[in-house]
């Protein structure tokens, strides 16, 4: 992410300035002025219907400079203050330098709302086009802005950058991020930023006793990592630990997914990603709590090795889980990672994963499934989730559907009953937390967008990133 972020007082450089307007075309900071000379206005407002409503945006080409109205209706929030910013983001992808006074809307952190919506509202992933159209914008100018407000931008723009770093991963096809590839980019990122890395491969998979993860790869021609990301800055009295999952294409193994249900699959690393991102945020902002985070990396596929229905793999921490449903490997692999996450007592642990499509159906495909063990952890994650702007709910984690997942051979079972699929997945990923204060969030209805709106892109969101560094920053604020 190359966008700078600059202030200035009129005349301002820019291609575009973008000025709020509140409902019933009340004009917020400096859109009188910069309507002054548009003759006949009003009647082209009228005439395409522009009132002021949130959501609403129209290009007024002015002299020199275009001025773009952002409708922000008359119940203005953070998020529908990112959310404007986000579509003006989107509309200012050909614009090279595009000024604002957005973040002068009365709205606390204002500045980082606006950067961290106008950013991620010009990303595009363009990978694999031959002609790719990347957005052309250099410079956001905040127009009268303070060095506070720079800074708070440059703090939005940051996270913004994490959130695309997350897209870029999900949206990139399984045959390129491999686990190996994927562990590599975990290397020069842990290079670049000072985060201290580990990675276990096939052999110590193996040695280490991740025998959920081990059992899962089984099936793979590509080997498996587990990666260990660590941001340990001095002074740090706190630990949270975050656990993603990454399965980096979701065949369903032996249980195979039909053609139309492996069709996004490569989505299924889209928790293992928002830890991804989430890491280069807090290395960059070098937060003041300790993060440990574990990505447990594999293709869940149905080669000559792979586990069958029936098998049983014991996990990191003893414990054996039969296999019944081979396409229920989220929790296999998250055995693991949980595990090796408790082993060093963190104050907390958040797994996020593209799980469960029960929860997608319970939910929706906005809003993540929340669950936990311990009420303090689960509203200090509800409330980091909502300053962030992502929306979670939380689920029951019903003790009482435990014996659901009870095997005949084993400790549990990998499946339970027909209902209550995204619950009986929270107990077994309970089993692996000991009494360690831990929050699930199931992703799978929000990892990825079927349309475009305000910020959001089709494709994968990058949700997830904003909420983990959120957890982390409160838990960093509370340890002072
Ligand atoms: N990765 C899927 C869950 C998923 C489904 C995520 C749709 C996003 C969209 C997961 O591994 C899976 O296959 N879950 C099964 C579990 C079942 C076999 C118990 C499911 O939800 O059907
Ligand atoms: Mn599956
Ligand atoms: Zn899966």
New binding site residues.
């Given amino acids: 992410m190359t966008l700078s972020i600059e202030m200035s007082s009129a005349p301002v450089d820019a291609e575009v300035l973008a000025v709020p307007v509140f409902a019933d075309r009340a004009w917020g900071t400096g859109a009188e002025e910069a309507l002054a000379d548009i003759e006949g206005l009003e009647a082209h407002l009228d005439a395409v219907g522009f009132s002021g409503k949130k959501g609403q945006l129209t290009a007024i080409p002015g002299s020199g400079m275009t001025v773009l109205l952002v409708g922000l209706g008359d119940d203005l929030d953070a998020e529908g203050l990112r959310q404007a910013a986000g579509r003006m983001g989107r509309r200012a992808r050909k614009s090279k330098r595009v000024a604002t006074t957005l973040h002068s809307v009365g709205i606390d952190e204002a500045a980082e709302l606006v950067a961290t919506g106008f950013a991620l509202g010009q990303y595009s992933f363009d990978e694999h086009r031959s002609k790719g159209k990347p957005s052309v914008t250099e410079a956001l100018i905040l127009v009268d802005g303070s060095a506070d407000e720079v800074a708070e931008a440059e703090r939005g723009a940051t996270l913004a950058g994490g959130v695309v770093t997350a897209r870029n991963l999900v949206n990139r096809p399984p045959g390129h991020k491999a686990p190996v590839a994927f562990a590599g980019w975990a290397e020069e990122l842990a290079q670049r930023t000072g985060l201290s890395i580990e990675v276990f491969d096939e052999d110590q998979i193996e040695s280490e006793r991740f025998g959920g993860l081990g059992g899962v790869a089984a099936g793979a021609h590509n080997p498996a990592r587990m990666v260990v990301l660590r941001h340990e800055p001095e002074g740090a009295t706190k630990t949270v630990a975050f656990v993603g999952k990454g399965?980096i294409f979701?065949s369903?193994g032996l249980?195979l997914?039909p053609p139309k249900?492996m069709e996004?699959?490569k989505?299924?690393m889209a928790g293992a990603a928002a830890v991804f991102g989430a890491m280069e945020v807090i290395a960059s902002l070098d937060v003041g709590v300790n993060v440990m985070a574990v990505m447990p990396l594999t293709e869940?596929m149905p080669g000559g090795g792979a586990m069958r229905p029936g098998d049983v793999l014991q996990a990191r921490n003893g414990k054996t889980i039969e296999v019944l449903?081979t396409?229920?490997?989220?929790r296999l692999v998250l055995a693991d990672g949980l595990s090796l996450a408790a082993e060093s007592s963190p104050d907390l642990i958040v797994d996020i994963a593209?799980?469960?499509?029960?929860c997608?159906v319970a939910l929706g495909p906005r809003i993540a499934g929340l669950f936990s063990n311990d009420d303090d952890a689960a509203e200090a994650v509800e409330s980091a989730a909502k300053r962030a702007g992502e929306r979670v709910w939380r689920m029951p984690l019903a003790r009482d559907y435990r014996s659901m997942i009870d095997s005949v051979v084993a400790d549990m079972k990998?499946?339970?009953e027909r209902w209550g699929?995204a619950i009986t997945?929270a107990l077994l990923l309970e089993e692996f937390v000991d009494d360690t204060p831990w929050v699930h969030l199931d992703i799978?209805?929000p990892?990825?967008s079927e349309s475009a709106r305000h910020y959001v892109q089709k494709g994968g969101t990058g949700f997830g990133v904003r909420t983990l560094v959120a957890v982390a920053q409160d838990l960093a604020a509370s340890s002072d």
């Fill in positions: 399965i979701d369903g249980s997914k249900g996004d699959m989505t299924d869940n449903n396409d229920a490997e989220g593209t799980l469960t499509g029960a997608k990998n499946t339970g699929g997945a799978a209805g990892g990825r």
